[in-house]
């Protein structure tokens, strides 16, 4: 970990921050909880949507851990520990599993030894770096990762974040080079075209202070995972990626898309 202690700034909303006030969760601020419930008002849906992020991503760790045989997992924008952090869900299905955690958010910072849990068979770490900065992210990573062994890495609701698309494709592309054939990439980003209220409350979000998240077209995020191969049922609305359903309805979409790909030999 970084030996300097960041500094918080709780005068403006932290998007790490209110995504924990819509999980239910106690690691926020009055500025974060004003901003989430400005959302609201505008976009209630978007507390289900925070849900069924987090759904998306339990089910993708389990899938790959336990059908994929992935026993490590590189998991960049972490956020705020909340429930079925990834290392718990990997470990459930593969105790040996080793996850690291990055974030730049000083408050993650704060509240990774909460990260660190592990099953004795295993191991967690966090790292405060940048996401602008995938060669030193990759490197501190492979202190405590085999970087010659599939990873799967997470990017879950971060690359919104990054103004320029290009810029957060070429992240994409930065880091998948630094990790094996047979690694997974893990993407979920909200997305604009179920939703005009949605995009009004991002927008209003947006204006607030805080570091602005930009919804992205379905095909905007497919393309992070261009030259992958896709692992059924692709790239969906996150509520239809392998619904644990018992009926055969499939669930209601939500401006929130997510697919996982493999990194395989020749692309």
């Not at 339990?58 to 290392?87: C, M, S, W, Y």
Request: glycine content about 10%; proline content about 6%.
């Amino acid at each position: 970990m970084d030996s300097q202690e960041p500094v918080i700034d709780t005068t403006v909303p932290h998007s790490a921050r209110v995504w924990n006030y819509w999980l239910g969760g106690k690691d926020n601020y009055p500025v974060d909880r004003e901003a989430g419930d400005q959302f609201l008002s505008v976009f209630p849906g978007i507390a289900r949507m925070a849900r069924a992020s987090r759904a998306f991503q339990t089910r993708a760790v389990r899938h790959l851990a336990g059908e994929k045989g992935i026993k490590q997992f590189l998991d960049v924008g972490t956020g705020l520990p909340t429930v079925n952090n990834t290392h718990e869900v990997a470990q459930s299905v593969v105790p040996e599993a080793r996850i690291v955690y990055v974030d730049n958010d000083p408050l993650v910072l704060t509240h990774a030894r909460a990260l660190l849990t592990s099953a004795p068979e295993g191991r967690t770490q966090y790292i405060h770096a940048d996401l602008y900065e995938p060669e030193k992210i990759l490197e501190q990573a492979g202190e405590f990762l085999d970087l010659e062994q599939p990873v799967g890495l997470m990017l879950l609701g971060i690359l919104g974040h990054v103004q320029q698309y290009q810029d957060a494709v070429s992240i994409v592309r930065r880091l998948l080079a630094g990790l094996p054939t047979g690694s997974y990439l893990t993407i979920s980003e909200g997305s604009n075209v179920h939703s005009t209220e949605n995009v009004e409350a991002q927008d209003e979000y947006n204006e607030s202070g805080a570091v602005p998240y930009l919804p992205r077209s379905p095909e905007q995020i497919g393309g992070y995972l261009e030259g992958l191969e896709l692992v059924e049922p692709g790239l969906v609305s996150v509520t239809r990626w392998r619904p644990e359903v018992t009926s055969e309805a499939l669930p209601a979409e939500v401006d929130q898309y997510g697919g996982v790909g493999q990194k395989v030999e020749g692309k």
